[in-house]
């Protein structure tokens, strides 16, 4: 969290995960369009929980603190 997003930086143009559809398929679509701005470890993980909604947003909100250490991680 303590890695900064540029000031150039966009929301991405991207319907928000709610549990219903194909997780890998979210996080495929993701991964694509943030490579287009960073493929940096901290920033994807720093930005990913702004692409969820409902009930995967309170599953995020409800991981332990530092329980998190890559994208990878993350997305498993």
Known sequence: MKVQLSLEWKTLNKDCYNGLLDPDE????????MNLFTNEDALMCRVFPTTLKVAT?????????NSIDSFVTLIK
């Open 57 to 65: 947003l309170h599953w995020y909100t409800l991981l332990w603190k």
């Open 26 to 33: 979210h996080v495929d679509a993701f991964v694509t369009q």
